[in-house]
């Protein structure tokens, strides 16, 4: 019985060091592209779009981005920044679900589920 809690607990520090590291690798490439998409802007004097409009989806972003544009870079350094927690609560599920610990893997999800909801509503 000790030995499966030695292995459970080493799984969840496996875990958590992937959780600190996704936060980290999120936040550092939500950086770069926000210091690049400024470098543009200061560069060029141009945000790459009229009327000081953005890219809103994330083909604009990718398109913007493929025509060197400031403020694409700037937006995706904002989707990567967002996009950074997303993926911590998706690691939870995980986490909660390798420890059989149903209760938080529903409320997680469930936390998903508005998240992705938001984020529809939100675009719209």
């Known amino acids: 019985m000790q030995v499966n809690k030695n292995n459970a607990a080493k799984e969840m520090a496996k875990i958590e060091i992937t959780i600190g590291k996704i936060m980290r690798i999120g936040v550092l490439i939500a950086a770069i592209f926000m210091l690049l998409g400024i470098a543009i802007l200061l560069i060029t004097s141009n945000s790459g779009y009229s009327n000081n409009s953005f890219p809103t989806s994330i083909i604009a972003i990718i398109k ?26 998706i690691v939870s599920i995980y986490a909660f679900w390798k420890e059989k610990d149903m209760i938080y893997v529903y409320i997680t999800s469930t936390v998903l589920l508005i998240l992705f909801i938001s984020f529809l509503i939100g675009h719209n």
């Open 64 to 89: 913007g981005i493929a025509s060197m544009k400031a403020y694409a870079f700037m937006m995706a350094g904002t989707f990567f920044l967002i996009l950074t927690p997303v993926l911590r609560v």
